[in-house]
């Protein structure tokens, strides 16, 4: 009695040392149904072009913050002081201590960022018709960037900071009006947000789609 033959070893698979290759149909067209991979460059489609623009916008976006701030000073509740003389030398109060400018003043900078934050999300989208990470970035940027030169703006364009110099300046218990300040800080991200929210939202609603892969066999 013989012992049974050892069965050979199977073929080794060579698949995983070739480079996979499309199913064929008779006539070289691809199958029903298969679609080939995008074909993109090191930088992706267009990656460089886009980055351009995002910088483009960063910039615009920045430069607009003059106009926040001019209109900040303009619009912005001015909050009452005066000066007084109290044991040889100059103390500074509150005319109104129930006043409500102060809230004022970081409420005009929140609702004047709304709306820029909106109107250069609004643009944007109109310019170039379609979205994207670099696109979104510069605005994000340049909202910030723009609130920081507003403030600043603000501020330079204001009452004097030195208040004791301009109560001396203005007389014992005349009223003067206080600097231009930001109390609230966090109003320097109301633009960017708003940028940011609004441009995802008309992008998602009149954005171009994209191509449906299965279209021509469905028209079939």
């Known amino acids: 009695m013989t012992a049974p033959l050892t069965p050979p070893p199977p073929p080794r698979d060579q698949s995983a040392h070739t480079e996979w290759q499309p199913p064929q149909v008779p006539g070289g067209q691809a199958p029903y149904g298969y679609v080939p991979p995008p ?55 509150f005319k109104d201590t129930e006043g409500e400018q102060a809230v004022g003043v970081d409420g005009t900078f929140t609702l004047l960022a709304l709306g820029f934050g909106a109107v250069s999300a609004v643009v944007v989208f109109l310019l170039r018709r379609r979205g994207g990470v670099p696109l979104v970035v510069g605005l994000t940027v340049g909202g910030l960037l723009a609130s920081l030169l507003a403030w600043r703006v603000g501020v330079w364009l204001g009452p004097s900071q030195d208040v004791i110099a301009h109560a001396k300046a203005v007389g014992k218990g005349v009223t003067f009006s206080a600097p231009l300040e930001l109390s609230a800080k966090g109003a320097l991200l109301v633009w960017s947000v708003a940028a940011l929210v609004v441009h995802l939202g008309v992008t998602a609603l009149f954005g171009p789609r994209d191509p449906d892969p299965f279209e021509q066999y469905r028209a079939k």
């Open 39 to 93: 074909s993109y460059g090191d930088d992706g489609p267009g990656m460089k072009a886009e980055l351009r623009e995002g910088a483009v916008v960063t910039v615009a976006v920045a430069v607009c913050g003059v106009l926040l701030g001019v209109l900040w000073w303009w619009l912005a509740p001015r909050v009452p002081l005066v000066g007084d003389v109290v044991d040889g030398g100059w103390a500074v109060y």
